[in-house]
């Protein structure tokens, strides 16, 4: 998105904007930092968010504001909406800009136990609750996206048969294990997590939240900051870690009995997510099912 259409944007809130500047860019969303007469905001870009979802994250930051957990605050254009849609469809949100920096790798360990914390907060303040707002992703919805394409996996590549089949068991196997307890974060990765100079800590970005059962959360969580892209296995410091801080707020028994398959379900979920999108935006192809995620998919699924 270029500055004159942000600018345009902008034109819907009540601010008086100085300076725009591109921080981050993703798959899924571009960040800006606002600065404005009125203060300093933070602008996110939602490439394939759809406005329904928006208004469910939207309804979702609200109960977790009340409920006196950290995530940024949303500011309501002149017409009292709280996002605008862009004339490329794309949906825009702005928030307050917290003078926080995301949890990089150096940083994990020290971060790891408040991140459980937090994530347990999030399951506490959610857990049984029912949204207004429609929302149609669920935890199975980019494994669908490999159903829907099964024929193309299975002719391109070499290990697109075993891919699916997995695909088909681990879909099937989440199912029977029971249902809903919350809204989970579903993407609850460190970068995804700020960190203040004076120690606390804000979850960020709830675009891809669901209902869905705590434990796929709390096990794709604990994989992402315990077992880094490249890594043989995870750290059992850090893991233990983000354990002790999800059970210091939400004591429960379910971290032994399935962790390793929701973690392997979450490994291979968003190695879906990364195969489908190449094969979206035409990229490349490997010949193989190949990516840091599914190398990880293939250690917990071989915990079983």
């Known amino acids: 998105m270029d500055?004159?259409?942000?600018?345009?944007?902008?034109?819907?809130?009540?601010?008086?904007?100085?300076?725009?500047?591109?921080?981050?860019?993703?798959s899924d969303n571009q960040l800006f930092k606002i600065v404005a007469v009125e203060g300093?905001?933070?602008?996110?870009?939602?490439?394939?968010?759809?406005?329904?979802?928006?208004?469910?994250?939207?309804?979702?930051?609200?109960?977790?504001?009340?409920q006196s957990i950290s995530t940024p605050q949303w500011i309501q254009t002149k017409s009292g909406e709280l996002y605008v849609t862009a004339?490329?469809?794309?949906?825009?949100?702005?928030?307050?800009?917290?003078?926080?920096?995301?949890?990089?790798?150096?940083?994990?360990?020290?971060?790891?136990?408040?991140?459980?914390?937090?994530?347990?907060?999030?399951?506490?303040?959610?857990?049984?609750?029912?949204?207004?707002?429609?929302?149609?992703?669920?935890?199975?919805?980019?494994?669908?996206?490999?159903?829907?394409?099964?024929?193309?996996?299975?002719?391109?590549?070499?290990?697109?048969?075993?891919?699916?089949?997995?695909?088909?068991?681990?879909?099937?196997?989440?199912?029977?294990?029971?249902?809903?307890d919350c809204i989970i974060h579903n993407d609850f990765r460190p970068h995804n997590v700020l960190y203040s100079s004076n120690g606390d800590i804000y979850a960020i970005d709830f675009d891809w939240s669901c209902y869905g059962p705590a434990i796929k959360d709390f096990a794709h969580a604990a994989v992402e900051w315990s077992m880094l892209d490249g890594q043989d296995e995870p750290n059992t410091h850090i893991h233990e870690a983000i354990v002790s801080g999800y059970m210091s707020v939400r004591p429960t028994d379910f971290l032994d009995s399935d962790f390793n398959f929701w973690a392997a379900f979450s490994c291979l979920s968003d190695t879906a997510t990364y195969i489908c999108d190449k094969i979206f935006n035409q990229e490349e192809l490997p010949e193989r099912i190949r990516s840091y995620m599914y190398k990880k998919f293939k250690y917990f699924h071989g915990k079983e």
Request: proline share 1%; net charge negative; hydrophobic share 45%.
């Open 3 to 26: 500055i004159t259409a942000l600018e345009t944007i902008l034109m819907h809130y009540a601010i008086e904007p100085i300076n725009v500047a591109l921080i981050r860019e993703s």
């Open 40 to 66: 300093n905001y933070a602008l996110r870009r939602a490439k394939r968010t759809k406005a329904h979802t928006i208004e469910f994250e939207a309804q979702l930051i609200e109960r977790l504001m009340s």
């Open 87 to 180: 004339d490329d469809g794309s949906v825009v949100i702005l928030m307050e800009y917290l003078t926080a920096d995301p949890v990089e790798e150096e940083h994990i360990a020290v971060y790891a136990h408040k991140a459980g914390a937090l994530l347990a907060s999030i399951h506490t303040a959610t857990q049984d609750l029912t949204l207004n707002a429609v929302q149609n992703r669920t935890v199975y919805s980019e494994l669908e996206r490999v159903i829907a394409q099964e024929d193309f996996f299975v002719t391109t590549f070499e290990d697109g048969n075993e891919f699916v089949e997995r695909v088909k068991y681990y879909m099937g196997a989440a199912r029977g294990k029971g249902g809903t």
